[in-house]
Protein backbone atom coordinates (compact mmCIF):
# COMPACT_ATOMS: atom_id res chain seq x y z
CA UNK A 1 0.00 0.00 0.00
CA UNK A 2 1.33 3.82 -0.64
CA UNK A 3 -0.35 6.57 0.76
CA UNK A 4 0.34 10.42 1.19
CA UNK A 5 0.81 11.18 4.98
CA UNK A 6 -0.03 15.02 5.38
CA UNK A 7 1.36 15.75 8.80
CA UNK A 8 0.56 18.48 10.89
CA UNK A 9 3.36 18.63 13.31
CA UNK A 10 2.22 21.89 14.92
CA UNK A 11 -0.63 19.55 16.14
CA UNK A 12 -1.60 18.94 19.96
CA UNK A 13 0.97 21.29 20.98
CA UNK A 14 3.66 20.19 18.83
CA UNK A 15 3.30 16.28 20.36
CA UNK A 16 2.78 15.32 16.65
CA UNK A 17 6.34 16.42 16.00
CA UNK A 18 7.57 14.61 19.05
CA UNK A 19 6.15 11.43 18.13
CA UNK A 20 6.50 11.36 14.41
CA UNK A 21 9.28 8.58 14.64
CA UNK A 22 6.60 6.31 16.22
CA UNK A 23 3.94 6.98 13.42
CA UNK A 24 6.75 6.08 10.57
CA UNK A 25 7.59 3.31 12.35
CA UNK A 26 4.18 1.93 13.21
CA UNK A 27 3.53 2.82 8.89
CA UNK A 28 6.82 1.15 8.39
CA UNK A 29 5.96 -2.54 10.24
CA UNK A 30 2.72 -2.65 8.60
CA UNK A 31 4.11 -3.03 5.36
CA UNK A 32 3.06 1.14 4.45
CA UNK A 33 4.57 2.94 2.00
CA UNK A 34 4.24 6.56 2.31
CA UNK A 35 5.44 10.17 1.28
CA UNK A 36 5.69 12.16 4.04
CA UNK A 37 4.36 16.15 3.42
CA UNK A 38 4.71 17.98 6.50
CA UNK A 39 2.94 20.79 6.53
CA UNK A 40 4.61 24.58 7.43
CA UNK A 41 1.63 27.38 7.75
CA UNK A 42 -1.81 27.69 7.64
CA UNK A 43 -3.75 25.82 4.33
CA UNK A 44 -0.63 24.52 3.54
CA UNK A 45 -2.65 21.17 3.60
CA UNK A 46 -5.15 22.65 1.51
CA UNK A 47 -1.93 23.02 -1.52
CA UNK A 48 -0.68 19.33 -0.51
CA UNK A 49 -3.62 17.66 -1.25
CA UNK A 50 -4.87 19.77 -3.97
CA UNK A 51 -1.45 18.81 -6.30
CA UNK A 52 -0.98 15.27 -5.46
CA UNK A 53 -1.46 12.53 -7.88
CA UNK A 54 -3.94 10.36 -6.84
CA UNK A 55 -3.09 8.04 -9.65
CA UNK A 56 0.33 6.60 -8.18
CA UNK A 57 -1.45 6.66 -4.73
CA UNK A 58 -3.72 3.68 -2.68
CA UNK A 59 -4.71 6.45 0.00
CA UNK A 60 -4.46 9.83 1.88
CA UNK A 61 -3.83 10.39 5.26
CA UNK A 62 -4.40 13.44 7.37
CA UNK A 63 -2.58 13.52 11.08
CA UNK A 64 -3.29 16.27 13.22
CA UNK A 65 -6.54 17.60 14.31
CA UNK A 66 -9.85 18.35 12.63
CA UNK A 67 -8.13 21.75 11.42
CA UNK A 68 -5.90 19.57 9.34
CA UNK A 69 -8.72 16.92 8.12
CA UNK A 70 -10.52 20.41 7.12
CA UNK A 71 -7.30 21.42 5.20
CA UNK A 72 -7.32 18.35 3.56
CA UNK A 73 -11.12 17.37 2.85
CA UNK A 74 -10.78 20.70 0.96
CA UNK A 75 -7.78 19.99 -1.21
CA UNK A 76 -9.32 16.67 -1.80
CA UNK A 77 -12.57 18.51 -3.59
CA UNK A 78 -9.94 20.82 -5.54
CA UNK A 79 -7.84 17.94 -6.58
CA UNK A 80 -8.31 17.43 -10.59
CA UNK A 81 -7.52 14.03 -10.81
CA UNK A 82 -10.36 11.36 -11.51
CA UNK A 83 -9.15 8.47 -9.39
CA UNK A 84 -10.59 8.86 -6.07
CA UNK A 85 -8.54 7.46 -3.15
CA UNK A 86 -9.64 6.61 0.26
CA UNK A 87 -9.00 8.99 3.15
CA UNK A 88 -7.56 8.22 6.52
CA UNK A 89 -6.85 9.47 9.93
CA UNK A 90 -4.24 9.29 12.70
CA UNK A 91 -5.57 11.28 15.10
CA UNK A 92 -2.49 12.96 16.50
CA UNK A 93 -3.78 16.63 17.85
CA UNK A 94 -5.71 18.41 20.38
CA UNK A 95 -9.29 18.17 18.89
CA UNK A 96 -10.20 15.09 16.95
CA UNK A 97 -14.10 14.92 17.08
CA UNK A 98 -14.15 13.33 13.75
CA UNK A 99 -12.10 10.50 14.72
CA UNK A 100 -14.26 9.69 17.78
CA UNK A 101 -17.20 8.76 15.10
CA UNK A 102 -14.49 6.02 14.20
CA UNK A 103 -13.87 4.84 17.33
CA UNK A 104 -10.45 6.49 17.29
CA UNK A 105 -8.77 9.32 19.94
CA UNK A 106 -5.32 10.49 20.44
CA UNK A 107 -4.64 7.95 22.64
CA UNK A 108 -5.06 4.88 20.09
CA UNK A 109 -2.45 5.75 16.88
CA UNK A 110 -1.62 2.22 16.97
CA UNK A 111 -5.15 1.49 16.47
CA UNK A 112 -5.59 4.16 13.61
CA UNK A 113 -2.46 2.79 11.67
CA UNK A 114 -3.77 -0.85 12.12
CA UNK A 115 -7.22 0.48 9.85
CA UNK A 116 -5.10 1.50 7.30
CA UNK A 117 -3.26 -1.24 6.75
CA UNK A 118 -6.55 -3.35 7.04
CA UNK A 119 -7.67 -1.31 3.71
CA UNK A 120 -11.32 -1.49 4.60
CA UNK A 121 -13.53 1.34 3.75
CA UNK A 122 -16.86 2.67 4.37
CA UNK A 123 -18.62 5.76 2.20
CA UNK A 124 -19.53 8.68 5.07
CA UNK A 125 -21.48 11.70 4.36
CA UNK A 126 -19.68 15.10 3.54
CA UNK A 127 -21.42 18.86 4.52
CA UNK A 128 -20.88 21.35 1.29
CA UNK A 129 -21.15 25.22 1.90
CA UNK A 130 -21.34 28.41 0.17
CA UNK A 131 -20.28 31.39 1.55
CA UNK A 132 -20.16 34.77 -0.57
CA UNK A 133 -19.22 32.40 -3.56
CA UNK A 134 -16.38 30.38 -2.25
CA UNK A 135 -17.81 26.34 -1.83
CA UNK A 136 -16.12 24.63 1.26
CA UNK A 137 -16.16 21.21 2.22
CA UNK A 138 -16.28 20.16 5.93
CA UNK A 139 -16.56 16.19 7.68
CA UNK A 140 -17.46 17.56 11.53
CA UNK A 141 -19.20 20.82 12.27
CA UNK A 142 -20.38 24.34 11.10
CA UNK A 143 -21.10 26.75 13.53
CA UNK A 144 -22.17 30.09 14.07
CA UNK A 145 -23.00 32.41 16.51
CA UNK A 146 -22.03 31.80 20.00
CA UNK A 147 -20.41 28.76 19.42
CA UNK A 148 -18.06 31.05 16.86
CA UNK A 149 -17.03 33.33 19.77
CA UNK A 150 -16.29 30.45 21.92
CA UNK A 151 -13.97 29.30 19.16
CA UNK A 152 -12.54 32.93 18.59
CA UNK A 153 -11.19 32.84 22.29
CA UNK A 154 -10.67 29.44 22.64
CA UNK A 155 -7.63 29.59 19.66
CA UNK A 156 -6.39 32.67 22.06
CA UNK A 157 -6.29 29.75 24.51
CA UNK A 158 -5.42 26.99 23.05
CA UNK A 159 -1.96 26.21 24.85
CA UNK A 160 -4.22 24.63 27.42
CA UNK A 161 -5.85 21.75 25.40
CA UNK A 162 -9.55 21.15 24.78
CA UNK A 163 -10.63 22.88 28.05
CA UNK A 164 -9.88 26.00 26.06
CA UNK A 165 -13.73 25.87 24.92
CA UNK A 166 -15.25 25.88 27.78
CA UNK A 167 -13.22 28.58 29.50
CA UNK A 168 -14.23 30.57 25.93
CA UNK A 169 -18.03 29.38 26.84
CA UNK A 170 -17.88 30.75 30.51
CA UNK A 171 -16.10 34.16 29.24
CA UNK A 172 -18.37 34.88 25.97
CA UNK A 173 -21.55 33.87 28.69
CA UNK A 174 -20.45 37.22 29.97
CA UNK A 175 -21.29 39.10 26.86
CA UNK A 176 -24.41 36.71 25.79
CA UNK A 177 -26.46 38.42 22.64
CA UNK A 178 -28.68 37.14 20.44
CA UNK A 179 -29.04 37.76 16.86
CA UNK A 180 -32.43 37.37 14.35
CA UNK A 181 -32.44 34.17 12.27
CA UNK A 182 -33.96 33.09 9.01
CA UNK A 183 -33.29 29.69 8.39
CA UNK A 184 -34.22 27.39 5.57
CA UNK A 185 -34.29 23.81 6.36
CA UNK A 186 -35.58 21.71 3.13
CA UNK A 187 -37.73 24.15 2.18
CA UNK A 188 -39.32 24.83 5.08
CA UNK A 189 -38.31 28.34 6.57
CA UNK A 190 -38.39 29.55 9.65
CA UNK A 191 -37.37 32.89 12.15
CA UNK A 192 -36.09 32.37 15.42
CA UNK A 193 -34.33 34.81 17.77
CA UNK A 194 -31.12 32.72 17.90
CA UNK A 195 -27.67 32.77 20.09
CA UNK A 196 -26.19 29.99 17.79
CA UNK A 197 -26.60 27.39 15.23
CA UNK A 198 -24.52 24.50 14.99
CA UNK A 199 -25.14 22.13 11.40
CA UNK A 200 -23.20 18.74 12.08
CA UNK A 201 -22.15 15.75 10.36
CA UNK A 202 -20.44 13.98 13.49
CA UNK A 203 -21.56 13.99 17.26
CA UNK A 204 -18.83 15.98 18.51
CA UNK A 205 -17.40 19.05 19.16
CA UNK A 206 -14.30 19.19 20.85
CA UNK A 207 -15.45 17.56 24.02
CA UNK A 208 -19.15 18.19 23.43
CA UNK A 209 -21.57 16.05 22.42
CA UNK A 210 -23.22 18.74 20.46
CA UNK A 211 -25.73 16.18 18.23
CA UNK A 212 -25.87 12.97 19.62
CA UNK A 213 -27.79 11.27 17.20
CA UNK A 214 -25.83 12.10 14.42
CA UNK A 215 -24.71 9.79 11.58
CA UNK A 216 -21.71 10.14 9.49
CA UNK A 217 -23.04 7.78 6.71
CA UNK A 218 -27.09 8.44 7.21
CA UNK A 219 -27.48 11.11 4.28
CA UNK A 220 -28.10 14.16 6.62
CA UNK A 221 -27.13 16.89 8.55
CA UNK A 222 -27.99 17.40 12.34
CA UNK A 223 -28.96 21.25 12.83
CA UNK A 224 -29.00 22.51 16.73
CA UNK A 225 -30.37 25.70 17.38
CA UNK A 226 -30.15 27.52 20.76
CA UNK A 227 -32.86 30.01 20.83
CA UNK A 228 -33.11 33.10 22.99
CA UNK A 229 -31.70 31.99 26.46
CA UNK A 230 -30.92 33.49 30.02
CA UNK A 231 -27.17 33.36 31.34
CA UNK A 232 -28.15 31.45 34.24
CA UNK A 233 -30.00 28.76 32.11
CA UNK A 234 -27.13 28.61 29.35
CA UNK A 235 -24.62 28.04 32.45
CA UNK A 236 -27.09 25.58 34.05
CA UNK A 237 -27.39 23.52 30.86
CA UNK A 238 -23.68 23.87 29.28
CA UNK A 239 -22.33 20.76 31.64
CA UNK A 240 -25.08 18.44 29.71
CA UNK A 241 -23.36 19.06 26.73
CA UNK A 242 -20.88 16.65 27.90
CA UNK A 243 -23.54 13.76 27.69
CA UNK A 244 -25.88 15.03 25.33
CA UNK A 245 -28.77 15.94 27.16
CA UNK A 246 -28.36 19.38 26.55
CA UNK A 247 -31.12 18.59 24.09
CA UNK A 248 -33.84 18.24 26.15
CA UNK A 249 -33.87 22.07 26.93
CA UNK A 250 -36.44 24.47 25.82
CA UNK A 251 -34.43 26.44 24.37
CA UNK A 252 -32.60 23.99 21.91
CA UNK A 253 -34.16 22.70 18.73
CA UNK A 254 -32.88 20.15 16.45
CA UNK A 255 -33.58 19.24 13.14
CA UNK A 256 -31.92 16.79 10.54
CA UNK A 257 -31.24 18.32 6.42
CA UNK A 258 -30.70 17.58 3.12
CA UNK A 259 -30.34 21.60 2.39
CA UNK A 260 -29.67 24.28 4.74
CA UNK A 261 -30.21 28.06 4.14
CA UNK A 262 -29.04 30.55 6.74
CA UNK A 263 -29.34 34.42 6.97
CA UNK A 264 -28.86 36.48 10.20
CA UNK A 265 -29.78 40.45 10.23
CA UNK A 266 -25.75 40.58 10.71
CA UNK A 267 -23.00 38.96 9.70
CA UNK A 268 -21.75 36.33 11.59
CA UNK A 269 -18.56 34.60 11.28
CA UNK A 270 -18.34 30.95 10.73
CA UNK A 271 -16.05 28.48 12.44
CA UNK A 272 -16.24 25.01 10.19
CA UNK A 273 -14.26 22.31 12.23
CA UNK A 274 -13.11 24.62 14.89
CA UNK A 275 -11.53 27.19 11.90
CA UNK A 276 -12.88 30.72 11.75
CA UNK A 277 -13.75 30.89 8.05
CA UNK A 278 -16.63 32.97 6.15
CA UNK A 279 -19.55 34.66 7.26
CA UNK A 280 -23.33 34.69 6.60
CA UNK A 281 -25.46 34.36 4.49
CA UNK A 282 -25.06 30.46 3.65
CA UNK A 283 -26.14 27.34 1.64
CA UNK A 284 -24.92 23.87 3.24
CA UNK A 285 -26.20 20.76 2.00
CA UNK A 286 -25.14 16.95 2.13
CA UNK A 287 -23.48 14.63 -0.07
CA UNK A 288 -24.34 11.68 0.69
CA UNK A 289 -21.48 9.01 1.03
CA UNK A 290 -19.37 11.34 -1.15
CA UNK A 291 -16.08 9.92 -0.07
CA UNK A 292 -14.58 6.78 1.17
CA UNK A 293 -12.39 6.62 4.45
CA UNK A 294 -10.32 3.96 6.20
CA UNK A 295 -13.01 2.53 8.76
CA UNK A 296 -12.96 -1.17 10.54
Not at 160 to 178: C, D, E, P, Q, S
Request: hydrophobic share 40%; glycine share 8%; charged share 25%.
Amino acid sequence: MKIALVYNPHAGHKRALKILPRVEALLTSRSINFDLHLTDYPEHAVEIVKNLDFKSLDGLAAAGGDGILFEVINGYYQNPSKKRIPLGILPVGTGNAFARDLDLDNTRLEAAVDILAGGKTRRVDVGRFTTHGQEYHYLNILGLGFVADVTQTAMKLKVLGNIAYTLGVLYRTVFLKTHHLTIEIDGKTMERDNLFVEISNSRYTADFLMAPNAKIDDGYLDVTLCNQITRRKLLKTFPKIFTGEHIHAEEIEQFQARSIKVKTDIPKVLTPDGELLGITPIEVDCLEKDIEVFWQ
